[in-house]
């Protein structure tokens, strides 16, 4: 999957609207999952009826308000909106973990013959590898919900992820943001307390000469 995407930008759909582009950050977030494409716009009559259901079906999949653990799913929104404003507007009521192209990208005319989207609303839905498993899910998500995304899963023979797995790689992600905080802390701490020791044992003594007796 990260093939389809290599050297593009991918924005994710936070605040802080987060570019996902090296090759690292690409396989974090598309490998092992199944791929929606969600070509559609803000404006569409139909879009607006269906973006909704989308929205409720990613979010029971991928929110841990509804499940233990997020499912292998990701979104990408291929805007077919006519201004980036309106591109904008109508992602601030998506969820943040959609993920979609800059408006300006002219991949997305690229993807748009790919996969053969004369129309919209369409959601392509790929395996890891990229192959097609089915060109517009729109009434499949529609009628079967949630339900559909176990077919899906089994047809794209996604490699499992047990959940202790899932649940050391959180706290390692976790650790490895606030380890170099705590080590900066840890390495001061011990300068301060070394510093304080030399006042008191040996004033007049500077620490690891050759001449000293107390060496820190």
Not at 95 to 120: G, H, I, M, Y
Not at 146 to 156: I, K, L, P, S, V
Not at 178 to 185: A, G, H, N
Not at 188 to 212: A, F, I, N, Q
């Amino acid at each position: 999957m990260v093939s389809l995407f290599t050297g593009k930008t991918l924005i994710t759909n936070n605040k802080d609207c987060d570019e996902v582009d090296t090759e690292r950050e690409l396989s974090q977030r598309l490998d092992n999952k199944v791929m929606l494409l969600y070509f559609g716009s803000g404006e569409c009559t139909r879009c607006q009826q269906f973006s909704p259901v989308l929205k409720d079906f990613f979010v029971r999949l991928t929110d841990e308000f509804y499940v233990e653990r997020a499912s292998q799913l990701v979104l990408v929104y291929v805007s077919q909106d006519e201004t980036e404003e309106r591109q904008e507007k109508f992602l601030k009521t998506m969820p943040e973990r959609w993920l979609f192209l800059p408006f300006q990208d002219e991949f997305k005319r690229e993807l748009e013959l790919r996969f053969a989207v004369s129309d919209t609303p369409v959601v392509v839905v790929l395996k890891p590898s990229g192959e097609v498993i089915a060109g517009n899910a729109v009434e499949e998500i529609r009628c079967l919900g949630t339900a559909c995304f176990r077919n899906w899963q089994e047809a794209a023979e996604l490699v499992d992820r047990s959940f202790l797995l899932a649940e050391y790689f959180d706290d390692l992600a976790k650790r490895s943001i606030t380890d170099p905080i705590r080590r900066l802390k840890y390495k001061l701490e011990k300068k301060t307390r070394k510093k304080e020791r030399k006042e008191v044992l040996c004033p007049d003594m500077e620490l690891g000469s050759s001449s000293g007796t107390y060496i820190w």
